[in-house]
C-alpha cells in the first residue's frame, strides 16, 4: 500500500485516555476516509474529509470521535475516553478527486488496544 | 442500509487451479465495485474495479464479473499461486455517496 502512510502503526492506551491517530494521503490526493475493521469482519466507513473540511461523517459516533484534515498535515482521528470496544483496526484511505467511482487506496491501518 | 455478503467465508484451492470467490450486494444503485485483497496485518490493496455499465472486467490472472439482475459479483483467479492467499473483499460505491460498503471477506488459502 504504497503511498498512504498511517501512524503509528500500533497504539496501546488505557480506558479514559485519548487515542490520536495519523494519515497522510498519497501524493496529489487531497480526499480522505477513515474506516474501522473488527477482526474478521469487513471495514465500516466512518468519515469523508477534504482538506479543511468534513464533507460525509456518518460513519462516526457522535461521541468521543472527531477527525480533521487541515490545510497543512495530515488528518487526524481523534479518540477521547477510549474504551474497550474502541479496539480496531483503524483505516485510513485517500482518492485524487470526490469519492465517486474512484478507487480509494488504503494505508496499512493503525490497530488500536485499550487496556 | 446496504449491506454487501459473500457466500463463502473460507475457501481452499490447490496451487495453479483457478478461484471463484463470489459476493452478493443489496443496493440495486450501486454503480460501481471493487475487489480488494488484504494480507495479514496490512490495509486492503486494489485489485480491480468494474462499473455498472460493464458486466465483465479482466486484469492480469483476474476477472471480474458484475451480473446486475442478481445483484452478485465475482471474481476469478487464473492458476492461484501461495501468494494470492489472503482475504479478498468486495466493495460497493452506491452513487448516493462517498463511502464504500465492505462485506465480511472471504478468506482464500492456497494449498502448495
Known amino acids: 500500500n504504497a503511498g498512504v502512510m498511517q501512524n503509528p502503526r500500533h497504539l496501546v492506551r488505557r480506558r479514559g485516555q485519548e487515542a490520536r491517530l495519523r494519515c497522510s494521503p498519497m501524493k496529489g490526493h487531497s480526499h480522505v476516509y477513515w474506516y474501522r475493521q473488527l477482526p474478521e469482519e469487513g471495514l465500516k466507513f466512518m468519515v469523508y474529509?477534504?482538506?479543511?473540511?468534513?464533507?460525509?461523517e456518518s460513519g462516526m459516533p457522535k461521541e468521543r470521535f472527531s477527525a480533521e484534515f487541515p490545510k497543512e498535515g495530515p488528518s487526524i482521528l481523534r479518540i477521547q475516553q477510549v474504551v474497550r470496544g474502541d479496539s480496531a483496526a483503524y483505516f485510513c484511505?485517500?482518492?485524487?478527486?470526490?469519492?465517486?467511482?474512484?478507487?480509494?487506496?488504503f494505508g496499512d491501518g493503525t490497530r488500536l488496544s485499550i487496556l | 442500509g446496504e449491506s454487501v455478503g459473500l457466500h463463502l467465508p473460507t475457501l481452499s484451492v490447490q496451487e495453479g487451479d483457478n478461484s471463484i470467490i463470489n459476493c452478493a450486494y443489496s443496493n440495486s444503485a450501486s454503480d460501481y465495485f471493487i475487489w480488494y485483497k488484504q494480507e495479514s496485518g496490512k490495509g486492503p490493496q486494489f485489485i480491480i474495479d468494474i462499473r455498472s455499465n460493464m458486466d465483465k472486467r479482466q486484469g492480469q490472472r483476474v476477472t471480474v464479473l458484475l451480473n446486475k439482475t442478481v445483484k452478485h459479483l465475482s471474481l476469478q483467479i487464473a492458476a492461484t499461486q501461495p501468494g494470492d492467499s489472503a482475504v479478498y473483499f468486495c466493495?460497493?460505491?452506491?452513487?448516493?455517496?462517498?463511502?464504500?460498503?465492505f462485506g465480511t471477506g472471504t478468506s482464500l488459502t492456497v494449498i502448495p
Open positions: 484511505a485517500s482518492s485524487p478527486t470526490t469519492g465517486l467511482n474512484q478507487p480509494q487506496h
Open positions: 474529509l477534504q482538506k479543511e473540511n468534513i464533507i460525509d
Open positions: 466493495a460497493e460505491n452506491p452513487n448516493t455517496g462517498n463511502q464504500f460498503y
